[in-house]
T-cell receptor
Framework: NAGVTQTPKFRVLKTGQSMTLLCAQD?????MYWYRQDPGMGLRLIHY???????AKGEVPDGYNVSRLKKQNFLLGLESAAPSQTSVYFC?????????????FGPGTRLTVT | EDQVTQSPEALRLQEGESSSLNCSYT??????LFWYRQDPGKGPEFLFT???AGEEKEKERLKATLTKKESFLHITAPKPEDSATYLC????????????FGKGTRLSVIA
């Protein structure tokens, strides 16, 4: 199993450009999440999905859109990038069940917006 | 609102010097408390899940404990390879609600 993978690993954008970050998991997990991590701010939830075809807003959703067309993939889109979106983005997934279960994280995407 | 506060923000230890990291939480019905380790440039890696007050879990030099208000991550005789950021997170409610993370404690172990 590859676990959770993220593409790309690094990206530099100019203000106003758009891009899509791809998260893929091969563990048949129902739940998927997108976080951003900034110095001193910890992990903040952007959007999440509780199953194929579903999405929901997290703590900091503005400026981002997501789609979950296939169970194994969760896409994060930036339509018009801003310098405030410079961050490290992490994707995570979890199986879901009757008791609390752990999240598996991807390796991250480092995005710089100039 | 569910909240997680970790202390200290940073901790510097000599190799072999045991210590504890704190995670205080307020949550409406704890479903689980999680500890993760994060190395620089990498994603968080799962360490432990604790479900109820009084529970303890151990892994090598790490031991996690849980009370109704806080969790401790005890590090016994740490080594330089234990240097990392340690994250605490809680899950509240009865379903698979999103985790709420603390800001982490950055641990440095000096040889």
């Amino acid at each position: 199993n590859a676990g959770v993978t993220q593409t790309p690993k690094f990206r530099v954008l100019k203000t106003g450009q758009s891009m899509t970050l791809l998260c893929a998991q091969d563990m048949n997990h129902e739940y998927m999440y997108w976080y951003r991590q900034d110095p001193g701010m910890g992990l903040r939830l952007i959007h999440y999905s509780v199953g194929e075809g579903t999405t929901a807003k997290g703590e900091v959703p503005d400026g981002y859109n997501v789609s979950r067309l296939k169970k194994q993939n969760f896409l994060l889109g930036l339509e018009s990038a801003a310098p405030s979106q410079t961050s490290v983005y992490f994707c995570a997934s979890l199986f879901g069940g009757r008791s609390a279960s752990k999240q598996y994280f991807g390796p991250g995407t480092r995005l710089t917006v100039t | 609102e569910d909240q997680v506060t970790q202390s200290p923000e940073a901790l510097r230890l000599q190799e072999g010097e045991s210590s504890s990291l704190n995670c205080s939480y307020t949550v409406s019905g704890l479903r689980g408390l999680f500890w993760y380790r994060q190395d620089p440039g990498k994603g968080p890696e799962f360490l432990f899940t604790l479900y109820s007050a009084g529970e303890e879990k151990e892994k090598e030099r790490l031991k996690a404990t849980l009370t109704k208000k806080e969790s401790f991550l005890h590090i016994t005789a740490p080594k330089p390879e234990d240097s990392a950021t340690y994250l605490c997170a809680v899950q509240a409610g009865s379903g698979n609600t999103p985790l709420v993370f603390g800001k982490g404690t950055r641990l440095s172990v000096i040889a």
